[in-house]
């Protein structure tokens, strides 16, 4: 069947898979709230792709191999694990419920058969191990078959156990509780480069452990001020370079990026490059410090840029240039006008992500209306898609979408005041070397892939 071409981007919408994580809405259509998906992540090779969920489970997707008989289409992804990764606790001292949500997924780059990630809540961050069963030993010595220990005066001989094939089944165990650390809530998680250590980022304060070692960790950022009145800025997000591991980046709630060498001091409070872009005062509003504030960074693959998304637009940082960003791409431009309102529903708070591909030359973040925003770099080229069961069908290539504030509209537009502010993409993930990306959309996880002939 021929597909019409849509964009002459690298990625283009075609729904590979529309999974539906749970299907405990209501008669009302109402969104149970421990089922939206507040995190996502693919693992190093992107064969698995993990999601968490507000009600503190981890689901854990697999990419099937590539059928035979269709040897241009790429594996699907489908359930591999699910498991219950947090619970809500109460913080007797502080009178304070600790919610079970699952604020962050980082995968470890795997070393063994088994796969290994941390996953972390407000307060309490937990490596699990997942691995592969598929033989069970038999004929023990000292138990029966169903695993009572024998009457050793009925052992007479002794014999050697075997391993006997069974079903596959996946384990998931937890193998390291990293706890009491944290005042504040916990808004990111990254392991660094060497593979043995990792940092945790709250609002005030970045932690540095080693995967190891629960017991202590090592605080290496702390901007909390001896009067909390003095407080201007928080910590909004944090990420060690992809090469380098002495150093990470965090960034800010007034729109800074701070890049820190570990090799300088053992507190990092001191910064080595701040990135930051002078305001114009002739744009200056009572919005202006809310929607500057940085949601989300990422090092990209290189170790060269840095991707930020604030609330309107998103930035390329140059690593050797830290007076302004490099690339400027207006995401929703269109709600500029609409601030007062944002601000009066609190979606003006809303923290989107973003995402590189796995060449680094397109970026990737979503918007309102269940809309993502996809940006090349080289062409200059953008394009606006919708993940929605609606323009999703399995295998259909999705059309570009375009908002209109007014005047004459084409077919297919939409009106800026006829936009979903309770469908928003906030959390996005492009698949490490190949096309695919996955997009959570409240209780759903949408996958995509570039287009096939």
């Known amino acids: 069947m021929e597909r019409e071409p849509v964009t002459r981007l690298p990625l283009l919408g075609v729904n590979k898979a529309t999974l539906r994580l749970n299907s405990s809405s209501t008669s009302t259509g109402l969104v149970e709230q421990s089922d939206i998906i507040s995190t996502v992540e693919f693992n190093h090779t992107g064969e698995l792709l993990a999601t968490g ?23 699907e992804y489908n359930v591999y694990s699910t498991f219950q990764s947090h619970e809500p606790e109460f913080d007797y001292l502080k009178s304070l419920e600790i919610e079970e949500k699952i604020n962050k997924i980082r995968w470890l780059p795997q070393q063994n058969a088994a796969h290994f990630l941390l996953s972390t809540n407000d307060k309490t961050i937990k490596l699990w191990k997942v691995s592969e069963r598929d033989k069970r030993p038999e004929g ?32 998931v165990s ?68 992809p090469h380098h591991c002495n150093l990470l980046v965090y960034s800010s709630s007034k ?120 940006f090349d770099r080289n062409t200059k080229r953008d394009v606006t898609l919708e993940a929605s069961r609606e323009s999703s069908k399995p295998r259909a290539v999705l059309k570009p979408r375009r908002v209109c504030q007014g005047g004459k509209r084409r077919k297919d537009d939409i009106s800026v005041d006829s936009l979903d502010f309770t469908k928003k993409i906030l959390h996005t993930a492009w698949h490490p070397t190949e096309n695919i990306i996955a997009i959570a959309a409240t209780n759903n996880l949408y996958i995509f892939q570039d287009k096939f002939n």
């Open 140 to 171: 023990y010595n000292l138990k029966d078959e169903e695993g009572r220990i024998k009457d050793l005066s009925t052992v007479t001989s002794l014999q050697v156990p075997v391993l006997k094939p069974m079903d596959l089944m996946v384990e």
């Open 174 to 241: 937890p193998r390291r509780v990293f706890a009491n650390a944290h005042t504040y809530h916990v808004n990111s998680i990254s392991v660094n480069s060497d593979h043995e250590t990792y940092m945790s980022a709250d609002d005030l304060r970045i932690n540095l452990w080693h995967l190891g070692i629960t017991d202590r960790s090592f605080n290496i950022v702390d901007i909390k001020p001896v009067n909390m009145e003095d407080l201007t800025e928080v910590i909004t997000a944090a990420e060690f370079h």
């Open 255 to 374: 729109g800074t990026l701070r890049l820190c060498d570990m090799r300088e001091a053992a507190l990092c409070d001191k910064h080595s490059k701040l990135f930051e872009e002078p305001e114009d005062p002739s744009n200056r509003s009572f919005f202006s410090e809310i929607i500057s504030s940085v949601s989300d960074v990422k090092f990209s693959h290189s170790g060269r840029y840095l991707l930020t998304r604030d609330y309107l637009t998103a930035k390329v940082w140059d690593l050797n240039m830290e007076n302004k960003p490099l690339e400027i791409y207006q995401v929703h431009d269109y709600l500029r006008s609409k601030l007062c309102s944002l601000y009066e529903n609190d979606c003006i708070f809303d923290k989107f992500e973003c995402a590189w591909n796995g060449s680094d030359s397109v970026i990737m973040t979503g918007a309102y209306n269940n809309f993502f925003r996809m």
């Open 53 to 75: 969920d507000k009600g503190g489970r981890v689901v854990i997707f697999q990419r099937e191999p590539e059928c035979k008989t269709e040897p241009y289409s790429q594996g």
